[in-house]
């Protein structure tokens, strides 16, 4: 079992992009997925999450220019990430409870790396 995130890249200040966390392996389901991020010389932190009913919530500093959202058929989730600020670089974690059939257990991707410049 595995979680992966990609996506990240090089992008202008009011630009976008989009983040993709795939859960890979035997598995029955995503059941939470959320998103952190870290930049140099800072803690990593929270940046959104969204549960198995579909409720969403995002730090303050992301509301209305991220949305967090997951496509069940691929055991996928991803971060759309629009009017893109140069303090939202950092590294990008993912991290989720995936349904093993028998067990639910927390796993985390290996973070992307987004850049954005001024």
């Known amino acids: 079992v595995q979680l992966q995130a990609s996506g990240g890249g090089l992008v202008q200040a009011g630009g976008s992009l989009r983040l993709f966390c795939a859960a890979s392996g035997n598995i029955g389901s995503i059941n939470g997925m959320r998103w952190y991020r870290q930049a140099p010389g800072n803690q990593r932190e929270w940046v959104a999450t969204i549960i198995s009913g579909g409720r969403t919530d995002y730090a303050r500093s992301v509301k209305g220019r991220f949305t967090i959202s997951r496509e069940s058929a691929k055991n996928t989730g991803y971060l759309q990430m629009n009017s893109l600020r140069p303090e939202d670089t950092a590294v990008y974690y993912c991290?989720?409870?995936?349904?093993?059939?028998?067990?639910?257990?927390?796993?985390w991707g290996q973070g992307t790396q987004v850049t954005v410049s001024s």
């Open positions: 991290n989720a409870d995936l349904n093993l059939y028998d067990k639910v257990e927390n796993y």
